[in-house]
């Protein structure tokens, strides 16, 4: 719907998809969930979730938390993709919205930049379920700061 | 960038539009801010907001909340628009981001919704300077509830 | 209920109080809808905003986006009274939940920083209406910036 | 801060603290991410979390999605608690801002219902690090949904 003007999104540093890649390696939460890094453009990241019986709550849909740890590692990537070499990148806060149970085989996390900037970057993120319609499973916005030389946050 | 499937937006009622326009004349608050209802399509909706000095904040832009008015309200109609004839709608709650100062000589806040379902309708919104290129001012995601006959709040 | 412990809030600037005040002045959106200043502590302020018919929405309760305008301020000053002399705040974001109709003689807005910081304030705001009970009508979070030596971004 | 009234919060169930903890085994995910159930009082709960590297982001912090997993439980089950024996709960949705990097040896979730309702019920959350002095990590706001006799969705 958006009629205002799309974002231009130009990347800091050539090689940000072989940065994105590697700071993605470095989270033990993604090894634990299976989760695996799909599409890396500038701006725009794609994270991959096959379903499985330990990523589940109560009702046997995978965990709303889940959902959100793979919707905010798409929507921290896209910022990241964006960002100086020297960088590393924070969540500052998000929201989301879980508009349909997490039902299916897998699930494709996405994130975009919405508003790039030089301290807050602001993001979209959506998580569906491919299939003959790409079930739409929910909705994240998400905030995000850039620091750099800050001791104690490695880069990444 | 929503790759998952658009919802299919269907009106309960063919006189949607009257019935929008109509909730919309009762707002004390729209004709104090000087806001218009420009477009009501099903399950979309466009505000027109002129400048005005006695809208700003301390820096002489608009005010976020005023933003946030007609933004919750092009999210609230848009969710209204779909909804059966004797139906009320209400926010649950939004959650809003300020991309940009607000300023300009006029304002369009836009609304649509990207879940509508039988309790809970989930909606978009922006708000953009219109111009040359039309910047982004701020976004919302609402969460709005369905009341029938519900004793106390008048439909609309 | 937060059993974390508790921010301690100093201000950097003495004065903040008289700063604060002449911030809320000069906001024209603040005298349209006759909201006042009351309490200005250090990261916490509350503002008193009477019930009028120009305020409301379609049912007759005040609007949210109304409810959101005297919040958010409360949210803001908050912060902005912990922040140095020279300082200006901006909302990067809020999130609002709605709990009860905006009905009543008057609501008194409340803001409180939860985590002050260099960059980015985090406060807690929500609207009551007064009453031998308190009636709950809204809650807030709020993410702010601290600017310094923005152009096109006057202090305050 | 709050002064407001405290919400009243009586359960409809008198076993809610079996029904609590049942449902809570009934989840993988925290069993996956090693997460135990502690207090359960009505409309309050508490989750423990100790800290493992496979939960971690690329800095060796607990991942934000994790941490929002533990929060989410505490919140959902927080409604959960005041809720009749035949219904289920769902996140509708949540916001969550992030405080301070999620490093400790373990870090307790806390939920409270701050508005019950027929149909919706809103908590506020929290996750903190104990220690001398318990360090807030982040905050949760969550909107959650009552379901009955909806096919599907299994009671819990």
Redesign the interface.
């Known amino acids: 719907?958006?009629?205002?003007?799309k974002?231009v999104l130009t990347p800091h540093d050539p090689d940000f998809e072989s940065r994105v890649r590697e700071?993605?390696e470095?989270?033990?939460?993604m090894?634990?969930?299976g989760a695996s890094l799909e599409k890396v453009a500038p701006g725009?990241v794609e994270i991959y979730l096959p379903f499985?019986?330990?990523?589940?709550?109560?009702?046997?849909f995978?965990?709303?938390?889940?959902i959100?740890?793979?919707?905010?590692?798409a929507c921290g990537f896209a910022a990241y993709s964006l960002m100086p070499a020297d960088a590393?990148v924070?969540?500052?806060?998000?929201?989301?919205?879980?508009?349909?149970?997490a039902k299916g085989e897998a699930f494709?996390a996405?994130g975009?930049v919405?508003?790039p900037g030089r301290?807050?970057t602001?993001c979209?993120g959506?998580v569906?379920a491919p299939g003959e319609?790409?079930?739409?499973?929910a909705?994240m916005?998400a905030?995000l700061?850039m620091l750099q030389g800050r001791t104690?946050?490695?880069q990444?």
């Open positions: 719907m958006m009629r205002a003007a974002p700071s993605f470095r989270q033990g939460a090894k634990l969930i725009e499985r019986e330990d990523l589940t709550q109560q009702h046997g995978v965990h709303a938390g889940i959100t740890t793979v919707m905010d590692n590393s924070l969540s500052v806060e998000f929201k989301v919205n879980l508009l349909a149970p494709i996405r975009e919405i508003k301290t807050i602001v979209n959506e569906y319609v790409n079930k739409l499973i909705t916005t905030t700061i104690g946050i490695p990444g």
